[in-house]
């Protein structure tokens, strides 16, 4: 478990040496295998999810083979557990805009919404109309056209599933997001390690970054256009931010000892991150542009995990100042305020964008899990039933959440509703990923 690890890496620093500390992590960040791609595999439904219809749209010009445009809708909406799609199979007609909609035929199908539309080839382009019916009602409650370049159907079709999503619970879709995650490789006798970014069901991956040395910690930019992480490439862990439509990395922390969990601020301008340059673990602040620092926390226990408030007026970290792994919370450099009691061990934090919850692994017997904490009442919510879950991370849009754990044996990523609902895993074809995290809205 590589959050767990971070963490009982940390711990132990306080009581032996730094060095011993990264060897730690090395070995421990060294024992998951390797997956290349990611497939999906809904896990759990939820009985509640509302009843939705997405009919093949109709075609014109020369579409590109592979998933439809429908396809691709039908499976977001599924993936977000909030709605249960009807296969085209069950479908008593196949309309296209409204005129050819009856609505007493999908309401004895049970469905609540319709969805319809043309897809159009135009040159190299391609143009959607799509149309969004409550059936109920018998009302149209979007309507819209979006276009793509020829090779874009899966962006236009996030788009729409997006648009779809907003218009029935009134939330941004987050269907257009991307997924950053670390995979391991044995080629030969040699290890590989790659920092991947693809769509946020998987598909379209790609490598960012290979390397022999262990990959940690990756933390998106607030507009999502860099990765910040920490790599061993060195010999020692240090942290890069890395512009992903140039490629360039730039090296911003190599202090002696500790350097690791980048986590961004919401205006994209600092950087938190963990530092035992001094001697010991404390959570730093470091401005972007002057490289400047700041020293947030200053305590002989091990200070790590820093993350910022939606806001940006708070960081929430983990410490064992209380004798064992805990979650607090500071405004600015003042006194921290310990928010988790129900376990002997909770750890690496991960506040949702609307300041309501917090999420982390937290120890429940021997096994570990990813709960949550209301921040105004401070009710704990346990929400996993696997027990080797990590490294959780919420969905910009704080409905869903995704966390690695084990499955047969091997590492996948499963997302979750955010409050613990249905479930939908991401093994590879082949070996295992970690330490997954989920990128902004796009903008």
Known sequence: MTSLTTLTTSITLAKTTVRAALMLVLLLATSFPLRAELLIRITEGVDSALPIAVVPFAESGAIPPGDTLADIVQSDLTMSSEFRTLPAEKMLSLPSQRSEVHFRDWRLLGQRYVLVGQLTRQGERLEARYELFDVNREERILGESAGAALGDLRTLAHHVSDRVYEAITGEPGAFSTQLAYITRENVGDKVRYRLQVSDIDGKRSRVRLESAEPILSPAWSPDGSR????????????????????????????FRGLNSAPAWSPDGKSLLMTLSKDGNADIYQMDLASRDLTKLTDHWAIETEGSYSAGGDEIFFTSDRSGGPQIYRQKGKGEPRRITFGSRYNARPRPDQKGEFVYYVHQRNSGFHIARTNLESGEETVLTRTESDESPSVSPNGRMLIYATRQGGASVLTVISADGGAAYSLPATEGDVREPAWGPLPR
């Open 227 to 254: 990765l910040a992480y920490v790599s061993f490439e060195t010999g020692k862990p240090a942290i890069y931010v890395h512009e992903l439509s140039s490629g360039k990395r730039t090296k911003i922390a190599d």
